[in-house]
C-alpha cells in the first residue's frame, strides 16, 4: 500500500528500523511497504548510507584525558571567574564611594560647620597681624565660609590663624 | 546513582559527580559536533566547551527536557558559531575531514565505498541547517520529533518537515 501518508510514516521509522529498533509490527510494515514503494526504498538506501558513514575519530590522547581536562576547565573558569566578581564589586564600591563623597562634597553637608570649627581651632593659634592678612586674602578669594566672622576675634587669635595657614 | 542525582551533587559543586556525568555523555555530544564540523580536532574542542557551559548552566537547567538534549542544544549553538568563525575566514572544508578506509573490503570497494561515505557527509553537511540537524539528530541519534524541535529551535511539526524535506533531498542527491 502506498499513500503520501503511508510514505511519510516509513520515512519516519527507517531510522530506527534500518537500525533494527522497532517493534515487529512496525518491522512488517516498514518491510512490506518497501517491497512495493520505490521511491521509500531509495530513501532507505539515503539514509543507510548516511547510518553507515563513520565519523571522524578523535586524537586517542586528547580523547582519554577529555574528562579530566573538562574538569580541570570547569575548575579554572570558576577560579577566574570568583577573582572577576571580587573585582567587580571593589569596582562598584569605590564607585558608590565617589557618588556619595561626591554627593556630599556638592550638597555642602558639614563643609561649613567643619570648615568654621577648622579655622576656629587654628584662630587660637595664630598670630594676630598675620591672621588679619591672610583671613582678608581668603575673604577677597570667596574662601571664607560663609557666616565665619573674625571680627570678634582677638588680636592674638587672628595672629596665630594667619601663622598656622601660612605653614599649610 | 542515577542521572538526576548525578546532576543535583554537579550543582552542588561536586566534580567527581560532574565528571560521571561527562563520561555519560562525551561520545554523544563529541559525534553530533563531529558529524557538524567533520573535524575530530575542533569537535573535541567544541565538546570540551559545551561541557564547561552546562557545568555554568546547571543552575538554569530546570529538567523540562531530558539533560542529553538539553546538551545537544548547546553543542549545537557551540557548533554553528565555529562553523560561522570558519566560513568567515574562508576556510570551508570541501571533504568530511575523515579517513574513511575499511580495512576489511578489498581495495577497489574499499575506495567505492569511501567515496560514498564522503559524498554522503557532504551532501548532509550542504542541507539547510534545520533540515541538516533534524537529519542527523533522527538517524543518528534517534530523538522523537518534539526533542529535535527543542534543540533545532521550532516546532514539533516543524521539526517533523524538516526532517522529511532532508530526507527527500539526500535521496535526489544520493541514490
Same mark, same amino acid.
Given at each position: 500500500m502506498t499513500s503520501p501518508e503511508v510514505c511519510t510514516r516509513i520515512g519516519e521509522l527507517l531510522p530506527e528500523f534500518l537500525a533494527g529498533r522497532v517493534s515487529e509490527d512496525d518491522d512488517r510494515l516498514v518491510r512490506e511497504h518497501l517491497r512495493s514503494c520505490a521511491e521509500c526504498r531509495n530513501r532507505a538506501n539515503a539514509v543507510s548510507l548516511l547510518q553507515q558513514t563513520p565519523i571522524p575519530s578523535p586524537d586517542p590522547s586528547r580523547w582519554d584525558d577529555f574528562v579530566e581536562g573538562v574538569v580541570e576547565a570547569t575548575d579554572e573558569k570558576r577560579h577566574k571567574s570568583g577573582w572577576r566578581r571580587v573585582g567587580w564589586a571593589l569596582a562598584v564600591a569605590a564607585a558608590a564611594a565617589i557618588v556619595v563623597l561626591s554627593w556630599v562634597r556638592i550638597a555642602g553637608i558639614g563643609e561649613a560647620e567643619n570648615d568654621l570649627d577648622w579655622l576656629a581651632r587654628q584662630v587660637a593659634e595664630l598670630p594676630a597681624a598675620e591672621a588679619a592678612a591672610w583671613t582678608a586674602g581668603w575673604s577677597a578669594a570667596g574662601f571664607?565660609?560663609? $557666616?565665619?566672622?573674625? %571680627? $570678634?576675634?582677638s588680636e592674638e587669635e587672628l595672629q596665630r590663624l594667619g601663622k598656622e595657614v601660612g605653614r599649610t | 546513582m542515577d542521572e538526576n542525582e548525578l546532576i543535583e551533587l554537579a550543582r552542588e559543586g561536586d566534580r567527581a559527580a560532574f565528571g560521571k556525568l561527562v563520561r555519560l555523555h562525551r561520545d554523544a555530544v563529541y559525534r553530533f559536533a563531529a558529524r557538524w564540523l567533520a573535524d575530530p580536532d575542533q569537535a573535541l574542542d567544541v565538546a570540551q566547551d559545551v561541557f564547561v557551559r552546562a557545568f555554568d548552566g546547571l543552575k538554569s537547567y =530546570?529538567?523540562?527536557?531530558r539533560f542529553r538534549t538539553w546538551l545537544f542544544s548547546i553543542t549545537l549553538n557551540a557548533a554553528r558559531s565555529v562553523a560561522r568563525r570558519q566560513k568567515r575566514r574562508g /576556510?570551508? =572544508?570541501?571533504?568530511? $575531514? %575523515? +579517513?574513511?578506509? +575499511?580495512?576489511?573490503?578489498p581495495p577497489d570497494a574499499k575506495a567505492a565505498r569511501a567515496d560514498a561515505y564522503a559524498r554522503a557527509a557532504q551532501e548532509l553537511a550542504t542541507l539547510p541547517e534545520k533540515q541538516r540537524g533534524a537529519v542527523t539528530l533522527r538517524i543518528y /541519534?534517534?530523538?522523537?520529533f518534539k526533542e529535535i524541535g527543542e534543540i533545532i529551535g521550532c516546532s514539533e511539526g516543524s521539526a517533523r518537515v524538516n526532517y522529511h524535506h532532508g530526507i527527500q533531498k539526500l535521496r535526489e542527491t544520493l541514490t
Open positions: 571664607m565660609p560663609a $557666616g565665619f566672622d573674625t %571680627a $570678634g576675634l | =530546570r529538567g523540562d527536557s /576556510e570551508i =572544508r570541501l571533504d568530511t $575531514g %575523515a +579517513d574513511f578506509a +575499511d580495512m576489511r573490503t /541519534e534517534g530523538l522523537s
